[in-house]
């Protein structure tokens, strides 16, 4: 499962040369090269922790065979890897960052021969929250009132993106207790958030009109379908075409682009709409990517054309908008949405876990 075709860097970024995907700085010019500074230390943590959780999902995937065996080999190899970035910065590819972690740990699962360790939970996620897609949408639809509309359509893709299974506390609460997506909507964390664009954006909202937007959707479950999939439906009713922008290979329980091509087409009605609104300008682009991070040097060609012309550019989740691309700058109007996770991101932002941000700019 290799990725095909050649990568492109993504068209609107606007200076390509002071491009840096990783929002956090893990080291400094002057930090010393074979020493592992706090920041890159802080972060190994973070994916030492998820260790027992991947290995959980791996153990159960019966495509594999002698799945908790190789699933075992998976926690050692990784672990050990980790451990070799303690003692050197610069082995296995380093220094490390959040981008070259997950691309190691996705590496050594494959090598395994797992390819999809979450798809059974995913499976199980879209069709509970297809099942409750019409329901979300009739009551959006049913506030009259545009700017309080808009508000409730954001507060869904935050309490969609709750579904994490990447960030080691939502696995473990999520494998006891499930969640619910009305609740969460009710339980986000009082504003402001620790950024906090909200108001400026609506006010943009109801004066602009946007041709064409491309959103680079995060995880599978409520999150693309009850908080994303609702937003863009109101896109659409508002005459703007919008290209969602999903992984081409599994990673975590991010939603693939064939994954969401079937889910749309379930969702679509006879005549190809989505609760009444017609769904023909909503495309599916393959990404190129295949983790739950994303540099945005790196894309596919099929993405770089049909983005090229888009006035509104979005980057959802944890790891798209804000661990990766929260300061990336674009030739158009840009939003950055996702829920703080990990304490660390909390620590570097400045704001409290579960919190949330909204970062928007206007070109």
Not at 2 to 22: H, I, R
Not at 156 to 166: K, R, S, T, Y
Not at 193 to 208: A, E, G, H, Q, S
Request: some cysteine; overall charge negative; hydrophobic content about 40%.
């Amino acid at each position: 499962m290799e990725k095909s075709g050649e990568m492109v860097g993504f068209p609107l970024l606007l200076d390509t040369d002071k491009y840096e995907a990783c929002t956090i700085t893990y080291r400094l010019p002057r930090d010393h090269l074979n020493q592992l500074t706090p920041t890159e230390l802080s972060w190994i943590h973070v994916f030492l922790n998820s260790v027992p959780s991947f290995k959980k999902r791996a153990e159960t995937d019966d495509t594999v065979t002698d799945a908790p065996a190789r699933a075992q080999t998976f926690a050692l190899r990784y672990t050990e890897i980790l451990e070799d970035f303690k003692k050197d910065p610069q082995s296995h590819g380093g220094p490390p960052d959040g981008i070259l972690l997950c691309r190691i740990r996705e590496q050594v699962l494959r090598e395994l021969g797992f390819r999809d360790i979450f798809k059974k939970v995913k499976e199980e996620e879209n069709t509970k929250a297809m099942s409750l897609f019409e329901k979300v949408v009739r009551l959006n639809d049913d506030i009259e009132d545009e700017a309080k509309r808009v508000e409730n359509l954001v507060r869904g893709i935050f309490a969609g993106n709750v579904f994490d299974l990447g960030a080691a506390q939502l696995a473990e609460l999520f494998s006891k207790d499930g969640m619910s997506f009305l609740a969460s909507c009710q339980n986000l964390v009082p504003r402001p958030w620790v950024i906090d664009d909200l108001d400026k954006f609506i006010v943009n909202w109801c004066k602009k009109s946007w041709k064409k937007a491309v959103i680079f959707v995060d995880n599978s479950g409520a999150d693309v379908i009850l908080g994303i999939l609702p937003f863009a439906r109101e896109l659409l009713r508002r005459g703007t075409q919008v290209v969602l922008a999903a992984n081409d290979l599994p990673s975590i329980n991010d939603i693939t682009y064939t994954e969401l091509i079937e889910i749309i087409s379930k969702l679509k009605d006879e005549q190809g709409k989505l609760v009444g609104v017609d769904a023909s300008n909503l495309l599916i682009a393959n990404s190129g990517n295949d983790l739950p991070v994303i540099d945005l040097s790196s894309v596919s060609q099929e993405l770089a054309y049909l983005a090229s012309d888009a006035d509104l550019v979005i980057m959802e989740g944890m790891g798209r908008g804000i661990e990766t691309n929260l300061y990336a700058q674009f030739r158009c109007d840009s939003l950055k949405i996702g829920m703080v996770k990990h304490q660390e991101v909390a620590d570097f932002l400045g704001g409290r876990l579960y919190d949330c941000v909204f970062k928007y700019d206007d070109f």
